[in-house]
């Protein structure tokens, strides 16, 4: 007696489809990635209160900046390079001081955001940005 | 005159690893992924300190002409007039008063438009703000304040 031979069929799972599917699933996650623009400096803003927490100008550090770019800490001219020897002894002195920044209405965004990243860089714990409404309000400026 | 046989052997490339590679990349891709409701294209200032940002957070986008665009989070920012941050801040607090308000401002827009923003999110008792910036690279000094 003689039996049919067994046909040799291998089995196997299909893999060849598996990059392509893969490769789609990349392009997907490419497009949709977005990266790190989710970052940027935190800034926590005082509680409103009735009886708000009084800032000497005399004793905080003014930084005003000008049309131009141009900064002036306390009345005088410096680069932005130059903020950090200016302030680093005065924290040594007062890890608490305040800094007061004003910008020009008129100036450009990116010039604020340079001296407040340059302030926290030396070390500044307390940076207050007053809006126009209370610089108006202290009626000194 | 006899030749010789040609060689059976079959030129290929090898692609069984092409599978790993790609899904390697997938899961790069995966991890890195945040699902940005906000898709507005704004030229950020650069700063070499950042913090993550808050997923979830409100989006006050202002654009280089002074444009408003806000976002409470999870809608796509819709446009708005620049007195229109305090009735939207103030909602959003009321709901969830450590509400995180992200602005994402223009470097090259006029100090007036973040000055206005700031004010109505301080009348607003917003607290937790933050500034999108792109990270600053050391030598380079752009084109910040001089």
Not at chain 1, 96 to 111: D, Q
Not at chain 2, 97 to 103: D, G, H, K, R
Request: no cysteine.
């Amino acid at each position: 007696m003689k039996f049919g031979t067994r046909l040799k069929i291998e089995e196997d799972v299909s893999s060849s489809s598996t990059a392509d599917i893969a490769f789609l699933l990349i392009i997907f996650f490419m497009v949709t990635t977005a990266f790190g623009t989710t970052r940027g400096l935190e800034m926590t803003l005082p509680k409103k209160q009735k009886v708000t927490q009084e800032v000497s100008t005399t004793e905080a550090v003014l930084v005003e900046i000008d049309d131009y770019g141009n900064i002036f800490i306390d009345g005088g001219g410096v680069l932005l390079e130059h903020i950090e020897p200016y302030i680093r002894p005065k924290l040594a002195r007062n890890p608490n001081k305040y800094v007061l920044i004003k910008s020009s209405l008129a100036a450009k965004y990116e010039y604020a955001v340079s001296v407040v990243d340059e302030l926290r860089l030396s070390g500044v714990k307390n940076i207050s940005i007053p809006t126009q409404k209370e610089i108006a309000s202290w009626g000194q400026y | 005159m006899r030749f010789r046989r040609k060689s059976n052997v079959q030129a290929g490339i090898p692609s069984a690893s092409m599978g790993d590679i790609a899904f390697l990349l997938i899961v790069f891709f995966m991890v890195t992924t945040t699902f940005s409701v906000d898709k507005s294209k704004v030229n950020l200032p650069e700063s070499f300190e950042r913090e993550a940002t808050v997923p979830g957070a409100a989006i006050i986008v202002i654009k280089e002409n002074g444009e408003l665009l806000l976002s409470e989070g999870d809608k796509n920012p819709q446009p708005a007039g620049l007195n229109d941050v305090l009735v939207f801040a103030l909602n959003l607090v009321a709901m969830q008063p450590q509400m995180q308000f992200t602005i994402k401002a223009s470097r090259d827009s006029e100090y007036r438009y973040f000055d206005r923003v700031m004010e109505q999110l301080r009348d607003a008792n917003a607290k937790n703000i933050s500034l999108l910036s792109m990270q600053k690279v050391a030598g380079h000094s752009g084109r910040g304040a001089r």
